[in-house]
């Protein structure tokens, strides 16, 4: 099971939400009717059996969990080929986990009592599915809201953030700039802000944001916003300027920054994207 969900992971390197990376692992393999089951407090038992054994290969530095996305690190793709038996893949990924937890320090709240390994990684795996949900719900929202919405709500930020925004493109060409934005008032202090906002579910690709950035001056500060995400390709161009600054800004950083900024939201513009946090006791590890 592990040893499949890693050559999806492979197939898709900018990374896959995590039901879509099991379901895939689901069709290609023979599933005993045990794990063809349903828990009676509902859900694919498989789906649980395969979750509980990434948490291994994530403490081995193999795989990346993040807002319910599964990518596969470089350490993962080497381990892949090293060890092509399954039973080899899971045993190093296993050793690799003990190894972690044998150096913590002793009294370490992440580190798993021997007694307990279970039920902690069962409150893992509810804690990751929560937190999945959660930004599912919240990625949909973005992936469907009004584009013009999307902009006033980038707007709504940037001046939560001390930036004076001067312009947001009304409806209509725009000529690839969506939002004007200064750190003083008047415009007079440099750099100038410009920000290219895109609602869209598939990542930006490389050729994207070079048309993006044929558009940002020396003098210019360049913030590329997607509610999608952005190829490798594009944010290694992104790292890679050294005259031209560029900022990429994909859905789960925007949420990020919407949830660190808003209390100086302006009131009504956090409706443009209503965010409620709720407490519970989230597990160690």
């Known amino acids: 099971m592990l040893q499949e969900l890693f050559r999806v992971l492979t197939e898709n390197p900018d990374g896959i939400q995590a ?13 005993t009717e045990h794990e063809k089951g349903d828990y009676e407090s509902g859900g694919r038992r498989f789906d649980k059996i395969i979750r509980f054994t990434t948490v291994d290969a994530v403490k081995a530095g193999w795989m990346l969990k993040r807002k319910g996305k599964w990518s596969i690190t470089n350490d993962g793709k080497s381990a892949l080929g090293e060890f092509p038996e399954p039973e080899e893949f899971y045993r190093e990924a296993s050793r690799l986990y003990r190894e972690w937890r044998a150096s913590r320090p ?29 930004w599912n719900e919240i990625s949909s ?6 584009p013009y919405d999307l902009q006033e709500l980038i707007g ?11 312009w947001i493109a009304p409806p209509g060409k725009d000529g690839g700039i969506d939002l004007l934005a200064w750190s003083d008032p008047l415009g007079t202090v440099p750099p100038r802000i410009k920000v290219q906002v895109k609602r869209r579910k598939d990542n930006i690709a490389v050729e994207e944001l070079r048309s993006f950035l044929a558009m940002i ?16 390709d ?8 050294e005259s031209r600054k ?13 949830i660190e ?11 443009l994207l209503p965010l409620k946090p709720i407490y519970f006791l989230a597990p160690s590890g």
């Open 19 to 31: 039901q879509k990376a099991i379901d895939i692992v689901a069709d290609r393999l023979q599933l």
């Open 141 to 146: 929202y973005l992936a469907s809201i009004d």
């Open 217 to 232: 001056n020396q003098d210019d500060v360049g913030i590329f916003v997607t509610t999608g995400g952005f190829t490798k």
């Open 106 to 134: 002793e009294g370490d709240s992440d580190v798993e009592n021997d007694e307990t390994p279970v039920a902690k990684r069962d409150a893992n795996i509810t804690f990751e599915e929560a937190e999945e949900q959660a």
């Open 234 to 241: 594009a944010e290694e161009l992104a790292r890679s300027q």
């Open 246 to 258: 560029i900022t990429l800004l994909d859905s789960q950083k925007l949420v990020e920054l919407w």
């Open 156 to 166: 709504a930020l940037l001046e939560a953030m001390n930036y004076h925004v001067a």
């Open 261 to 271: 900024y808003n209390e100086k939201i302006d009131k009504d513009k956090r409706m």
